[in-house]
């Protein structure tokens, strides 16, 4: 019990010093398989994590069909191919700040897929754009959404919930205004939705619907996700660790 004392006061000291630390989510540590240019869940693991199972990026494919929703993350660098077949690319033909990797979103229609932490955490924001799908779709229309024009709109907005899942806050963020399409990155200010967030979800609007809902492609590019993890959480981590190597 003594040496367990020690390191757990070792522990809160390097949890104090490392208080106030941001995280990053890039998607750059994340592989691909062979030749692929992205990573959809077809393997049926449900999401992935980064920064050390901190964050986790829920993903939900259907192996019948050859769908997903929720979270990919992809390199696709095509920002001229319209249509579903160039789905993962983001319009800017990169990531934030020209890195390589980053994360797509495809809005679920029946599971509220999203972000969830693995400890309570101050989320500063994220990089978001549009998608080369919906982008294009936006500003030429297709054969499912129309042109848009000074009177239409899409919207994403982000929802923070704390660990018993009540809404702390949402944020609005326009991916179109009238026919001001975004078309490069943009900082999303998260800060509002305060210091104990567990968990993120994402809601894509449109001006253009029909008798099934939203015409507008329901995707956006996400990069560079930043949080603070609470520092209790992470002790009461380290501390759990340690009793089980213990054991």
């Known amino acids: 019990m003594k040496k367990i004392l020690i390191l757990t006061m070792c522990l809160l000291a390097n949890v104090a010093l490392a208080s106030g630390v941001s995280y990053v989510s890039d998607f750059e540590s994340l592989a691909f398989d062979g030749s692929s240019e992205y990573y959809n869940g077809s393997d049926l693991s449900g999401g992935f994590a980064q920064n050390d199972g901190l964050v986790y990026f829920t993903n939900n494919y259907n192996s019948t069909y050859g769908s997903w929703d ?27 700040n020209g890195s390589s990797n980053y994360g797509v979103f495809h809005e679920p229609w029946s599971s509220s897929n999203g972000i969830t932490f693995n400890v309570d955490a101050a989320v500063a924001g994220f990089d978001v754009a549009n998608t080369t799908y919906a982008a294009l779709s936006m500003l030429n ?5 129309k042109k848009f024009t000074q009177d239409d709109w899409f919207t994403l907005t982000i929802t923070g919930y704390d ?18 399409i975004l078309s490069d990155w943009k900082w999303v200010d998260l800060t509002s939705l305060g210091a ?15 008798a099934y809902g939203m015409n507008t492609p329901a995707y956006f590019a996400m990069d560079n996700l930043t949080f603070v993890p609470e520092p209790i959480s992470l002790v009461l981590i380290g501390f759990g660790a340690m009793l089980v190597r213990r054991k």
């Open 70 to 96: 929720g979270f990919a993350y992809s390199k696709v660098s095509d920002t001229a191919t319209a249509g579903w077949s160039n789905q993962y690319a983001a319009y800017p033909g990169s990531g934030a």
């Open 141 to 145: 229309g297709d054969s499912f959404a």
């Open 163 to 180: 660990a018993s899942g009540a809404i702390a806050n949402s944020v609005v963020v326009y991916l179109a205004d009238g026919t001001n």
């Open 196 to 210: 104990n967030v567990r968990s993120l979800s994402f809601d894509l609007n449109s001006s253009d619907v029909g």
